[in-house]
């Protein structure tokens, strides 16, 4: 069966063709560059931003895939949660076509979403229980997946989320939207301890709002003393990355023992994070596996969407109806 994945709840505008679990294509515009100067997303700027590219994005996975309209089977759609005009514009565009092609639509949790995306283009690896690990930019948190229907939440971040924190210092520091790439391309392994920060960690709740405080400090700190050169800002931002990555790791193997469950399917923006993807392959124990995506699949993309949209409607029999709406939270 085809699957049409549609995926518009921050700032990336995305569509995507599967076939049953494997991605004919994923398409994606991204309006990162029109929030560069502003240092976070605008709202407005990527609801508009949708509306211009829906139409390119849809003809653009259509043609890349080969595949017609008339054979799509099943329309997924991110329906929460996300910021409000933009997830409008998605639900309303899949609403529309459902109506149209007289086709199946299913709403998709985008959270639940990013930890599908390890079983893209293969889904054997689906053996339940397992954890479901997010970080991104909206969100911190650790699940218990008993199934894709049964989704509870173990823990999450306080205040504010991990990939916001990397955004706000990067800002902070002078570099480019999205901070979490910029950081990550600074990091330097070797100054990963240099500073002594660390973040909040309860059980398998997670607090950045201390980390990001004592970074913006420290800056000023540099800043009053004429100090604060590239390579001080490299050994500060290191070990900040070392840092909140690590209690992430903490976090996640703390559940891992507390659940006993082996396996970790993890998704979102920072998932993408170099040092992340690694601590979490130095942290597999015996029999133990974190499923990482591809970067591809890592960021807002409708491949993952299409994804847990399919398995949604084929193993669970799930449909949602066109009364269906946008949810911010
Ligand atoms: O999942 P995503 O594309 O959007 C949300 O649903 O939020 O995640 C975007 C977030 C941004 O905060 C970005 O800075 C962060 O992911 N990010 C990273 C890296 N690449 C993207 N954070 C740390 N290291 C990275 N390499
Ligand atoms: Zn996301």
Do not use: W
């Amino acid at each position: 069966m085809y699957t049409l994945g549609i995926e518009t709840s921050c700032d990336e505008t995305s569509c995507a063709i599967l076939k049953d679990y494997k991605v004919l294509s994923n398409v994606t515009i991204s309006s990162l560059r029109e929030h560069r100067k502003y240092g976070g997303v605008v709202p407005e700027i990527a609801t508009r931003a949708h509306l211009k590219n829906i139409n390119k994005v849809l003809y653009g996975a259509l043609g890349t895939s080969g595949i017609s309209l008339d054979k799509i089977g099943l329309i997924a759609v991110t329906y929460k949660p996300g910021l409000i005009g933009s997830l409008v514009v998605g639900v309303n565009f899949a609403k529309a076509l459902s109506y149209a092609l007289k086709k199946p639509l299913i709403g998709v949790n985008h959270l639940y979403a990013h930890i599908f995306a390890s079983f893209l283009n293969n889904d054997e690896k689906l053996e339940f229980p397992f954890l479901g690990l997010v970080v991104s930019g909206g969100h911190s948190e650790i699940y218990y997946v008993k199934d894709f229907d049964k989704i509870k939440l173990l823990g999450q971040t306080q205040d504010d989320a991990c990939g916001e924190v990397f955004d706000k210092i990067a800002k902070a520091y002078g570099l480019d939207y999205p901070g979490g790439p910029a950081i990550d391309k600074l990091f330097d392994v070797r100054h990963k301890d240099y500073f002594k920060f660390k973040c909040g960690r309860s059980g398998l709740n997670l607090s950045f709002s201390g980390i990001k405080t004592a970074l913006i400090y420290k800056k000023m700190e540099f800043e009053k003393k004429n100090l604060l050169d590239k390579n001080t800002k490299v050994k500060l931002l290191s070990s900040f990355q070392a840092a909140s990555i690590e209690a992430v790791v903490s976090a996640i193997l703390e559940a891992k023992a507390q659940y006993k469950l082996k396996v970790v399917a993890c998704g979102g923006g920072v998932v993408a994070n170099s040092y992340l993807r690694k601590r979490l392959k130095e942290s597999e124990g015996k029999g133990d596996r974190f499923l990482i995506p591809p970067l591809e699949y890592t960021a807002d993309n409708a491949a993952i969407v299409a994804g847990l949209g399919f398995y949604l409607y084929n193993k669970k029999g799930k449909v949602s109806s066109l009364t269906l709406e946008a949810e911010a939270n």
